[in-house]
């Protein structure tokens, strides 16, 4: 079992900045891809950003320039800096890892219980 635990979520003024966490633990043989998506009501999960092990990321085209996912593979921790924040940013933001277990050397697809972000006008 691999579980993810996300923290740094809250209420902020648009404009302002927040910092999301997310730590991996559990039967972790390794950690491949870790990426942050989003989900505001009434609609579907979307992808925010993605990175590789080796550190190369990925951004949806809503947050380029804004948010900088990074990760520290010694942590098995995964952070989403999200600056100059608006709006419609706000959302229930959830981290994913996939990557094999150690426990069943199979591959393993987690998701963490979500962090609220709120961002007021």
């Known amino acids: 079992q691999v579980q993810l635990v996300e923290s740094g979520g809250g209420l902020v003024q648009a404009g302002g900045s927040l910092r999301l966490s997310c730590t991996a633990s559990?039967?972790?043989?390794?950690?491949?891809?870790m990426a942050w998506y989003r989900q505001a009501p009434g609609k579907q999960r979307e992808l925010v950003a993605a990175?590789?092990?080796?550190?190369?990321?990925n951004y949806a085209d809503s947050v380029k320039a804004r948010f900088t996912i990074s990760r520290e593979n010694a942590k098995n921790t995964v952070y989403l800096q999200m600056n100059s924040l608006k709006p419609e940013d706000t959302a229930v933001y959830y981290c994913?890892?996939?990557?094999?277990?150690?426990?069943?050397?199979?591959?393993?697809?987690?998701w963490g219980q979500g962090t609220q972000v709120t961002v007021s006008s």
């Open positions: 990175i590789s092990s080796g550190g190369s990321p």
């Open positions: 559990g039967s972790i043989f390794k950690i491949d891809a």
């Open positions: 994913n890892a996939v990557g094999l277990s150690s426990r069943s050397w199979s591959t393993f697809g987690s």
